[in-house]
């Protein structure tokens, strides 16, 4: 009798524990997506030409012109690098008007007709990326792209319509990479290898 009190006692103390939730183990920090040195940006100021155009992001992370040269944009948000240009721009007007479209870098490369490093706002998905390197080849095989990002590798399938694989946004610094089409001879030589395979197996049984 004692035993079962003290195996209730337990029990009862346990359901007073408060119990972390699963969610906490496993959360983690958004990531800050944003401009990285390579990329681009767009700046385009209502009637002031010399502070309009697209200007590279330097390795230092600042915009390289000769007045933008002192404003940081890489490692925070587009938010506060527009936040930030607005500030500068007050300098010189009262309320700029002004819009910035950033342009990261990526590179296409493999079995599309114009492999390249190339530009494009945030928000591109990996299909229109291929679209805008000219598309695949008539070798390349969209069941095979491997999509390079921090350091890992990723295999996707672009055929299948019932997956989201093409709506995948790209990032800065990603490597897109389309593969090719097995040549005609090898899927050729496959049937006809495994036609002469089956024949061989009905010719022993006959034999037999």
Known sequence: MKLLVRILTVIGALSLVPLAPTYAQTTEAPEVQGLSPGDFIKIVVWRREEFSGEFLISPDGT??????????????????????????????????????????????GGEVRTPNIISVPPGTTLTQAIA??????DRGDIRNVRLYRS????????????TNAGLIQIRSGDQLILGRRRSSLLQIIGPVTSTIAAAAAVASIVTR
Do not use: M, W
Request: glycine share 6%.
């Open 151 to 162: 350091g890992s590798e990723v295999r996707i399938d672009l055929s299948k319509p019932d």
């Open 63 to 108: 915009i390289i012109h000769p007045l933008y040269r002192e404003v940081q944009v890489t490692g925070v948000p587009l938010a506060t690098v527009e936040a930030r240009l607005r500030t500068f721009l007050t300098r010189y007007e009262t309320n700029p008007q002004f819009v910035i479209q950033p342009l990261v870098r990526i590179i296409v």
């Open 132 to 137: 805008l390197s000219g598309g695949p080849t």
